[in-house]
Nanobody, 112 residues
């Protein structure tokens, strides 16, 4: 069955960096685009970034452009989200998503 397991969240100070990872299994990874979504406290889930199956195409929410980078390693069935220059408003649960499937989420807290 499809499994998406996120890791790498935590507490970081404003201006800091984190790298999230999502280990995928149960499907042919290269055949699927992957995305990261997030849900800030008390708010709706929102799109953060997406990447095509080959990794040749990416897209980002305006709020993270220039600060976040999505990438994937198809040999390791893993997608990453490098987050730099983090702001308190980036605090959220971050989810790895494949069409029809969501991971369990990983908490990112940006606070001094």
């Amino acid at each position: 069955q499809v499994q998406l397991v996120e890791s790498g969240g935590g507490l970081v100070q404003p201006g800091g960096s984190l790298r999230l990872s999502c280990a995928a299994s149960g499907f042919t990874f290269v055949n699927y685009g992957m995305s990261w979504y997030r849900q800030p406290p008390g708010k709706e889930r929102e799109f953060v970034a997406g990447i095509s199956g080959t990794g040749g195409s990416t897209s980002y929410a305006d709020s993270v452009k220039g600060r976040f980078t999505i990438s994937r390693d198809n040999a390791r069935n893993t997608v990453y989200l490098q987050m730099n220059s983090l702001k308190p408003e980036d605090t959220a649960v971050y989810y790895c998503v494949r069409t029809g499937y969501w991971g369990q989420g990983t908490q990112v807290t940006v606070s001094s």
